[in-house]
T-cell receptor, first 113, second 118 residues
Framework: ETGVTQSPTHLIKTRGQQVTLRCSSQ?????VSWYQQALGQGPQFIFQ???????GRGNFPPRFSGLQFPNYSSELNVNALELDDSALYLC????????????FGQGTRLTVV | AQKVTQAQTEISVVEKEDVTLDCVYE???????LFWYKQPPSGELVFLIR??????QNEISGRYSWNFQKSTSSFNFTITASQVVDSAVYFC???????????????FGTGTLLAVQP
């Protein structure tokens, strides 16, 4: 086990709703990255948080937003859900934003109906 | 632009066969890292190996081995004497060494589904 935990594991939402996904990073890690993995695809980088600030963003619209808390846990918020948002959302923690060694959680599977 | 290509979408083998998963990458950077991850049905990405761009030595870990060739921009993964428990999706990924405050994001291929039949 990596020590990175995500909640919930599964979630079903209706189009147009909002959702919050949570990630607890491995002890001592101050950086959390979020990835979206659509069915049959590789994970795509959403954004990264380092010491409570966004430190880089992938090609995702502003309705994808996040937070990192003083204990370095993190949230991913998605507003105005669309059917295409259905995916596995993975978070990864690392020690430092330049550290290439990242540890992944088990993911949250979001289904938008 | 950086890109990782895994041309094999699905591979099916019979237990005890050897199998090689291909990975080709593109980057203009001279310093980067390559990874292989395993994703079982549970969804978690399990780290298998990290290799930096200056280390072209092949690596063996038990039944797993990796062949890194910069000349062909390839980082192939071989499982010897495959087992049913090896069945999973395998991802190859690339990360550039960030400069200053740049973000170290992983760039993944589309994955190869390996099915090992008993």
């Amino acid at each position: 086990e990596t020590g990175v935990t995500q909640s919930p594991t599964h979630l079903i939402k209706t189009r147009g709703q909002q959702v919050t996904l949570r990630c607890s990073s491995q002890s001592g890690h101050n950086t959390v990255s979020w990835y979206q993995q659509a069915l049959g695809q590789g994970p795509q980088f959403i954004f990264q948080y380092y010491r409570e600030e966004e430190n880089g963003r992938g090609n995702f619209p502003p309705r994808f937003s996040g937070l990192q808390f003083p204990n370095y846990s993190s949230e991913l918020n998605v507003n105005a859900l669309e059917l295409d948002d259905s995916a596995l959302y993975l978070c990864a923690s690392s020690l430092g934003h330049t550290n290439t060694e990242a540890f992944f959680g088990q993911g949250t599977r979001l289904t938008v109906v | 632009a950086q890109k990782v290509t895994q041309a094999q979408t699905e591979i099916s083998v019979v237990e005890k066969e050897d199998v090689t998963l291909d990975c080709v990458y593109e980057t203009r950077d001279t310093t980067y890292y390559l990874f292989w991850y395993k994703q079982p049905p549970s969804g978690e990405l399990v780290f298998l190996i990290r290799r930096n761009s200056f280390d072209e030595q092949n690596e063996i870990s038990g039944r797993y081995s990796w062949n890194f060739q910069k000349s062909t921009s390839s980082f192939n993964f071989t499982i010897t004497a495959s087992q049913v428990v090896d069945s999973a999706v395998y991802f190859c990924a690339l990360i550039m060494v960030p400069l200053g405050g740049a973000t170290n994001k992983l760039i993944f291929g589309t994955g190869t589904l390996l099915a090992v039949q008993p």
